[in-house]
């Protein structure tokens, strides 16, 4: 089992920054591919961005490229998302999820990851 912790969300004006944090614990994170999702009222959950095992690759929706930027800390067994220049269309329930892959392997089909956490709220105000 792993298990993931979001936080680092709020309240922010348009073209302001965000750092979320997953923080998690149980099976060895190294081993496993991570990634954020997110999630409006109503809508379904999306793929935001993703990184291999030790942080080598990634991968970003189109509608984040440029803005947000993914990456993990093995030894603090952390995930990050920087978030950049945000849009009130950003808003949403963020989600990070672990998945077993290749160490090279960057996940990005939601139905792949295994664990996931509570999510945290990112709204953005105009």
């Known amino acids: 089992q792993v298990q993931l912790v979001e936080s680092g969300g709020g309240l922010v004006q348009a073209g302001g920054s965000l750092r979320l944090s997953c923080a998690t614990s149980g099976r060895t994170f190294g081993n496993y591919a991570m990634g954020w999702f997110r999630q409006a009222p109503g809508k379904e959950r999306k793929f935001v961005a993703a990184?291999?095992?030790?942080?080598?690759?990634?991968s970003y929706a189109d509608f984040v490229k440029g803005r947000f930027t993914i990456s993990r800390d093995n030894a603090k067994t952390t995930l990050y998302l920087q978030m950049n220049s945000l849009k009130p269309e950003d808003t949403a329930l963020y989600y990070c999820a672990a998945g077993q892959t290749s160490p090279a392997g960057v996940l990005t089909a939601t139905r792949v990851y295994e664990y996931w956490g509570q999510g945290t709220q990112v709204t953005v105000s105009s």
């Open positions: 990184v291999n095992w030790i942080g080598t690759a990634t």
